[in-house]
């Protein structure tokens, strides 16, 4: 079962940290039903799950085992189990982690995952947390292979952990200029002048109809404004039009970060961003 869960939490006076730390925040909580003899296994699936998303975002990570603390529930052999589980998910990745003696829940051991953005700094986010003891309160059985009833275990995991600190974490990681894939305008059109505007609009129907998120700064200010302040959006592609683009079906294409402009062909721009995009290969 995979739900999104708001949760709300009452922070003492400065404990609030941008989107690190807010008073309500998203989860994008799963809970698995396991028998003893799956736990392992479906603890390598779900680190898979980690790394894909967290290998996606260019984002590396150190975790940290968690075992039983001294007030905890459940057998020795159960918890055990699937502490070892646990270890030997991560060795078997090889996965460097740290043990965190007796930090666990009291209803079971677990992973967390910590994220280091590019400046070094870590945030903890995605967990693997094992329960005995949910199963257990609503007396959750399933037949096993020798007709016997059986407890099964439940898996919790989130790979964000908190949607809102995950995209802060972005934020920082990238400082804002977020490659193509991901910025939330990918190209932004400045016409010269006003008769350019709707070459400006053409090309932009022809990008969005296309997928690709676009706008169009048709305000009456200076173009070299415009470029600045696209710029300052940290915009990935901006692109200028005037009359020779108009006449030529060009533009201007001017890459974030860079000072200088390429004029190059709509269609093999729009060609050019579509490869960038599917390969996440853009970086600023």
């Not at 870590?122 to 005995?132: A, E, K, N, P």
Request: with cysteine; hydrophobic share 35%.
């Amino acid at each position: 079962m995979v739900s999104s869960v708001l949760v709300h939490r009452h922070e003492k006076s400065g404990e609030l940290h941008g989107l690190f730390r807010v008073r309500n925040f998203t989860q994008d909580d799963a809970h698995l039903f396991l028998t003893p003899a799956q736990i392992e296994e479906e603890i390598q699936h779900t680190i898979d799950l980690f790394d894909e998303v967290y290998s996606t975002f260019g984002l590396s990570y150190t975790a940290e085992l968690s075992t039983r603390p001294d007030d905890s529930m459940g057998s020795d052999e159960i918890w055990e189990k699937a502490t070892d589980a646990l270890r030997n998910a991560l060795e078997h990745r090889g996965l460097k982690y740290i043990v965190n003696e007796g930090d666990g829940a009291f209803y079971g051991p677990k992973i967390d995952f910590h994220l280091r953005d590019s400046i070094g700094r870590t945030w903890q986010c995605g967990t693997i947390q094992l329960d005995m003891l949910m199963p257990e309160k609503f007396d959750l059985t399933y037949v096993g292979e020798d007709g016997e009833k059986h407890r099964p275990v439940m898996l919790h995991r989130v790979v964000y952990g908190s949607i809102e600190r995950f995209i802060g974490i972005l934020i920082e990681n990238y400082a804002g200029a977020f490659p193509a894939w991901l910025a939330p305008v990918q190209v932004r059109i400045l016409p010269i002048t006003d008769k350019h505007a709707d070459y400006a609009y053409e090309l932009k129907k022809k990008m969005f109809d296309l997928g690709l998120r676009v706008e169009v700064d048709d305000r009456n200010e200076k173009v070299g404004y415009k470029i600045r302040e696209s710029q300052v959006r940290k915009t990935p592609y901006t692109l200028v039009v005037g009359d020779q683009e108009v006449a030529d079906k060009t533009a201007a294409v001017r890459k974030y970060g860079e000072k200088d402009s390429e004029t190059m062909r709509v269609d093999a721009f729009i060609a050019y961003l579509q490869q960038k995009i599917a390969s996440k290969e853009d970086k600023f």
